[in-house]
Nanobody
Framework: QVQLVESGGGLVQPGGSLRLSCAASGSIFRFNTMGWYRQAPGKQREFVAQITNGGSTNYADSVKGRFALSRDNAKNTVYLQMNSLKPEDTAVYYC????????????????WGQGTQVTVSS
């Protein structure tokens, strides 16, 4: 069974930094993609960042230049380094892993962690 466990959230001042971690129950190479989504109170869950098995990364426009995704294959862990944090970054952040189920349709099985709270406030 796939298990994803997030950690590293907390309260930080505007302009500060946090590093989120997502530890998987096994090798991350079995996932085609891994990344992060976030959901603020009263808002829809939105894409933040992703990395493919081959190492290609993609970021939402709102976080480009401030957030960076990385991975430690030996620890089966992906990280989200968040710098220059803004109050609008406040949300629950969810780790995500995707496995392709039907290449012809582009279908993907998605797995989720339980989330970690990030609050940016003075």
């Amino acid at each position: 069974q796939v298990q994803l466990v997030e950690s590293g959230g907390g309260l930080v001042q505007p302009g500060g930094s946090l590093r989120l971690s997502c530890a998987a129950s096994g090798s991350i190479f079995r996932f085609n993609t891994m990344g992060w989504y976030r959901q603020a109170p009263g808002k829809q869950r939105e894409f933040v960042a992703q990395i493919t098995n081959g190492g290609s990364t993609n970021y939402a426009d709102s976080v480009k230049g401030r957030f960076a995704l990385s991975r430690d294959n030996a620890k089966n862990t992906v990280y989200l380094q968040m710098n220059s944090l803004k109050p609008e970054d406040t949300a629950v952040y969810y780790c995500n892993a995707g496995v392709t189920t039907n290449p012809l349709l582009g279908a993907l099985n998605l797995y989720w962690g339980q989330g970690t709270q990030v609050t940016v406030s003075s």
